[in-house]
């Protein structure tokens, strides 16, 4: 009884704590929204759907700002098939310097005959925020001067020609639920997710989905009804993760699922 006290304690501790950290991360974002004339919502084009902040649009919209959606890392995507007309959106790649002409076209046509404007960057972590801002500017210059008297961690930089970023360390809330969608995004290295099967057989199923020859041929393995427990025990047996008396190390497939996924090598 004493323990579970305790231990109860601790839970509204832990609880109070994650609360105020949520509302101190709204808070950043609105106060960024209210300083800037424009947000670009960085996304990953790998999942356009899973990787927006509903809320945070709903906040833009709001404030009568305008807001542009930058779907990065397309060179990891068929993107193409993907674009689906959304009004004041770009498919980029910091990575292959492509879409950013047409971003900063539409990053003039807001500023117009202003003599400048300031682009709040908004995003889930890891989605390119920061390449997106070096990507714009020019590799010279460094995202290292915060504003003075601004929240500890958003950074400013300018592309000379009066175009202001607001840069911001991924500071969108996720839920608890979302483990899912922060590991599938690279938010959370695989060593720290809970549920690494979860996202492994999530990555196998979009495949499965979208592109399945892109999976057989990145680990050599042919598919043909297995589910996607199985195609990761296959994937096991091909790279040869397996444990003492030849059974795979199912967790050690799905961490090494999870890192080919977020650091590009798996791609669409
Ligand atoms: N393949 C690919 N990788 C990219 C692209 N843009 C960024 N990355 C990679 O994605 C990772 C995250 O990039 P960052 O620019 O640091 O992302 P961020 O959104 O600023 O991250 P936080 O500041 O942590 O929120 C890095 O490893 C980049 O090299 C892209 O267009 N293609
Ligand atoms: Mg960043």
């Known amino acids: 009884m004493f323990y579970e006290l305790i231990s109860l304690r601790n839970y ?3 609880m109070s704590k994650f609360s105020r950290v949520i509302k101190h991360y709204w808070g950043i974002i609105k ?3 209210d300083e800037v004339d424009v947000v670009l919502e960085v996304c990953d084009a790998r999942m356009p ?9 709903e906040m833009v919209w709001k404030s009568g700002k305008k807001l542009v959606l930058v779907f990065n890392k397309t060179d990891l995507c068929d993107y193409k098939s993907r674009k689906n007309g959304e009004k004041n959106s770009v498919w980029v790649s910091c990575k292959n310097r492509m879409g950013l002409g047409r971003l900063r076209k539409i990053l003039n046509e807001i500023k117009g005959d ?27 210059k460094a995202l290292t001067s915060p504003v003075a008297g601004f929240t500890k961690g958003v950074q400013w930089v300018s592309d000379g020609r009066g175009l202001f ?22 938010a959370v290295s695989p060593q720290d997710i809970k549920d690494i099967e979860k996202v492994a057989e999530k990555i196998v199923e979009m495949f499965l989905k979208r592109r ?4 057989e041929n990145f680990y050599k393995i042919s598919i043909n009804q297995e589910t996607p427990q199985e195609i990761l025990e296959m994937i096991g ?15 050690r497939v799905c961490v090494r699922v999870v890192d080919d996924w977020q650091r590009g090598r798996l791609k669409f």
């Open 12 to 14: 509204f501790k832990f």
């Open 31 to 33: 106060r960024v929204i």
């Open 49 to 57: 759907k899973i990787s927006r902040n509903r809320k945070v649009e």
């Open 114 to 140: 202003k003599s400048q404007i300031k682009i709040g960057v908004l995003g889930y972590p890891n989605t390119g925020k920061s390449s997106l801002i070096n990507s714009l500017v020019g590799r010279k």
């Open 165 to 186: 970023f607001y840069d911001t360390p991924g500071v969108i809330p996720f839920d608890e639920k979302d483990e899912v969608k922060k590991a599938l995004i690279g």
């Open 212 to 215: 399945k020859c892109k999976l």
């Open 237 to 251: 047996r091909k790279i040869n993760y397996l444990s003492k008396g030849g059974l795979v190390d199912i967790n």
